[in-house]
């Protein structure tokens, strides 16, 4: 059975309560999509601050190893994933919209009595992974074309170029 931990988030601040687990990539509904193989682990580790910046929050680790898809071979790319978040829970979305935009500050996140621990983590996976991940080098002409054969969306490349 899926490990699905649920916190109270302001509670979970509150108390300093600390959870950590592990989940199975394939258990990981919204990062399929991301992922160019489902193997693999994802391991986390949440704590709750009392007052962190004058706000109740969340620390929030993943570690794990991705099997992403390079945008140029569209072969297997291996990335470490290793990343560490402060999110400062606030009451509603509102009271977050009152504040000055900080894109290099804390995440600002909106506590729920019920918050599935999986979203945070997979809100925070996805923040995480490069946009459009490249090989630094791909591998050579002939493995490309063989890699893209195997691919199930490789026609898009020609349908994208035009004609055919
Ligand atoms: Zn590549």
């Known amino acids: 059975m899926p490990h699905a931990p649920v916190i109270d988030g302001f509670e979970f601040a509150r108390s300093g309560a600390i959870l950590s687990g592990n989940w199975q990539l394939k258990d990981c509904p919204r990062l399929q999509s991301e992922l160019y193989a489902t ?3 994802l391991h986390y580790a949440l704590q709750g601050l009392p007052q962190e910046q004058g706000r109740p929050a969340l620390l929030l680790s993943v570690e794990g190893t991705l099997q992403l898809t390079c945008q140029r071979c569209l072969g ?3 990335f470490a994933l ?3 978040a402060l999110l400062l829970l606030y009451g509603d979305e509102a009271e977050i919209a009152t504040l000055a935009v900080d ?5 600002r996140i909106v506590a729920q009595r019920e918050m599935p621990v999986l979203d945070l983590v997979e ?8 946009i459009a991940p490249r090989h630094e080098q791909c591998r050579s002409r002939e493995g490309d074309v063989s ?7 490789a026609g898009l490349r020609a349908l994208m170029g035009g004609k055919r």
């Open 39 to 41: 193997h693999g682990t």
């Open 76 to 78: 297997p790319l291996e």
């Open 82 to 84: 290793r990343s560490e």
């Open 103 to 107: 894109a290099e500050g804390p995440e």
């Open 123 to 130: 809100d925070e996976v996805l923040l995480a992974i490069p």
């Open 147 to 153: 890699a893209a054969q195997q691919r199930p969306f």
